[in-house]
């Protein structure tokens, strides 16, 4: 039985909701989902295992409960759409999401960094199909702090992403740590995201404080709070660079 039909409608609302946020005038869920996702066996298979009442992410993703579909879906349709090639991962754990990060830029041609604390190589990434253990698209780095990692001034590759996804340590301040890296990014545009949003109350203390903001760039953003499905979707913060 194919699962995603089961939370097809929270799928929908999602997409659609940041297709608003984003002026995207295309139909995403049937460019991207409908003619993309659903015909690739190896995501279908993985959702239906994350969808099916025998999943328990303590005993199949040990380091951390996995991203949603929707979450995954939602950012699917991002990196199709916007043609994002650079993506940096933080946080992989089982590595649910990061097949969908995988596949999605790989169509476009890109590569993609991933950053985990843990270096247990028996649930890091178990997830992931062996065609991306020694591809040239994905780059895994194990026992890495991703703060620290960031961090780096000389590394300049770690201001040129187009996508950096959190999905590591959820407390307020490792996730405001991430965002202040993030921020470093010199690209004309490029995306924010976060998959826990809501922890220790995180986007509204953002909001707040006026955390996203970032000088010389528009800011446009919207997660569950600002969609209709209020909370059950990450956090997705988009930077276009003034000209």
């Given at each position: 039985?194919?699962?995603?039909?089961?939370?097809?409608?929270?799928?929908?609302?999602?997409?659609?909701?940041?297709?608003?946020?984003?002026?995207?005038?295309?139909?995403?869920?049937?460019?991207?989902?409908?003619?993309?996702?659903?015909?690739?066996?190896?995501?279908?298979?993985?959702?239906?295992?994350?969808?099916?009442?025998?999943?328990?992410?303590?005993?199949?993703?040990?380091?951390?409960?996995?991203?949603?579909?929707?979450?995954?879906?939602?950012?699917?349709?991002?990196?199709?759409?916007?043609?994002?090639?650079?993506?940096?991962?933080?946080?992989?754990?089982?590595?649910?999401?990061?097949?969908?990060?995988?596949e999605a830029v790989s169509?476009?041609?890109?590569?993609?960094?991933?950053?985990?604390?843990?270096?247990?190589?028996?649930?890091?990434?178990?997830l992931v199909p062996e065609?991306?253990?020694?591809?040239?698209?994905?780059?895994?780095?194990?026992?890495?702090?991703?703060?620290?990692?960031?961090?780096?001034?000389?590394?300049?590759?770690?201001?040129?992403?187009?996508?950096?996804?959190?999905?590591?340590?959820?407390?307020?301040?490792?996730?405001?740590?991430?965002?202040?890296?993030?921020?470093?990014?010199?690209?004309?545009?490029?995306?924010?995201?976060?998959?826990?949003?809501?922890?220790?109350?995180?986007?509204?203390?953002?909001?707040?404080?006026?955390?996203?903001?970032?000088?010389?760039?528009?800011?446009?953003?919207?997660?569950?709070?600002?969609?209709?499905?209020?909370?059950?979707?990450?956090?997705?913060?988009?930077?276009?660079?003034?000209?």
């Amino acid at each position: 039985m194919n699962k995603l039909k089961e939370i097809e409608e929270l799928c929908k609302i999602g997409i659609a909701d940041v297709q608003l946020c984003f002026n995207i005038k295309e139909d995403l869920w049937d460019k991207y989902i409908e003619q993309e996702l659903c015909k690739n066996e190896s995501l279908m298979d993985l959702i239906n295992f994350r969808q099916s009442v025998n999943f328990d992410w303590k005993v199949d993703t040990k380091l951390g409960g996995p991203a949603t579909t929707l979450n995954a879906c939602v950012l699917y349709c991002l990196i199709r759409y916007y043609d994002l090639f650079m993506i940096c991962e933080t946080g992989v754990a089982g590595g649910y999401s990061t097949v969908f990060l995988l596949e999605a830029v790989s169509r476009n041609g890109g590569i993609m960094r991933s950053l985990e604390l843990s270096n247990d190589m028996n649930e890091v990434a178990k997830l992931v199909p062996e065609k991306w253990k020694d591809s040239p698209t994905w780059h895994l780095k194990t026992g890495v702090d991703s703060v620290e990692f960031l961090r780096n001034e000389n590394d300049d590759y770690n201001r040129i992403f187009h996508l950096y996804c959190h999905d590591s340590l959820h407390t307020f301040k490792h996730m405001f740590s991430e965002l202040t890296e993030f921020k470093k990014c010199k690209n004309d545009r490029f995306f924010v995201f976060f998959d826990d949003q809501n922890s220790e109350n995180f986007w509204d203390r953002c909001l707040q404080m006026k955390l996203f903001e970032k000088k010389g760039y528009n800011v446009k953003y919207i997660s569950g709070k600002e969609s209709r499905l209020n909370g059950h979707m990450g956090g997705i913060i988009k930077y276009d660079k003034v000209l």
